[in-house]
């Protein structure tokens, strides 16, 4: 059995994403996908004062209809960087495991490579060696399929029959998004997995669920977080 799943590259993503990369043998991360602003390609959810606020990597103006591996970050980004780091400093550096945490999330700013795609890939990596997640990672356009027409399910299809998968694992968000019987037909088992919830201690008693990794490393020790990575349901379609 090789089960596989397909997902676009998120920047510094909630705990959910590295469940999806955990449960599978194989992760293909699209690179020839659209950008999207209000997408998760590069801004993600923090702590701040007790609440969640975006932190976003500011990129260089471009078309919105461009691959994500088209758009780079901004030109001033040595100095938004700085920023973005004394921020999330500002707002965790009393959080119980910030000493641990906070030079990963700097070696990530770090990344000399401002192409967005590179730099949100970069830091999965780093995260999922960092988490000890032996998963292989594929780029979606260096697979032998027709990227020009294929759409939806039917590229999800192509992808997995390319790398000889048996079982496509996506996020429950997708369950109205593939026909079962489609995958079947295919040879294909189809699952979903979902997160449950993961409740820890923040700084104050009122609880801000699904932030960014980040916060999960800043107030749980790796360990924790490792054991997190089996905490979710399996559901067929």
Same mark, same amino acid.
């Given at each position: 059995?090789?089960?596989?799943? /397909? ?19 194989e992760?293909?991360?699209y ?19 007790g ?12 078309s ?25 400093k ?9 000493? /641990? ?14 192409n967005?795609f ?6 999965l ?9 032996k998963?292989?990672?594929t ?32 996020p ?14 295919n040879?294909?088992?189809l ?7 993961? /409740? ?7 609880? /801000? ?20 990575l ?8």
């Open positions: 059995m090789k089960r596989v799943a /397909v997902m676009q590259p998120y920047f510094l993503p909630y705990i959910g994403y590295f469940q999806l990369i955990n449960a599978v043998d992760f293909i991360i690179d020839n996908i659209q950008f999207s602003k209000k997408g998760w390609f590069h801004r993600n959810r923090f702590l701040q004062n609440k969640d606020e975006y932190f976003t990597l500011p990129l260089k103006k471009d919105d209809y461009l691959d994500v591996r088209d758009r780079f970050l901004s030109e001033g980004w040595e100095s938004e960087k700085d920023k973005i780091l004394r921020k999330i500002e707002n965790y550096r009393k959080a119980p495991f910030f000493e /641990v945490a906070f030079p990963l999330i700097e070696e990530i700013f770090s990344f000399k490579n401002t967005l590179e730099f949100s890939f970069n830091s990596k780093i995260l999922c060696f960092w988490l000890e997640i998963t292989a990672f780029i979606s356009s260096s697979l032998a399929i027709d990227h020009e027409t294929l759409r939806g399910e039917s590229k999800v299809l192509a992808l997995c029959k390319v790398i000889s998968a048996t079982h496509y694992v996506n429950i968000g997708g369950l109205e998004l593939y026909n079962s019987t489609n995958f079947e037909n040879n294909l088992e699952s979903f997995i979902k997160s449950k919830p993961i /409740v820890y201690q923040q700084f104050t008693e009122s609880f /801000v669920p699904w932030l960014s990794i980040l916060d999960l490393m800043m107030f749980n020790s790796k360990d924790q977080i490792k054991l997190w089996n905490e979710f349901d399996v559901i067929r379609n």
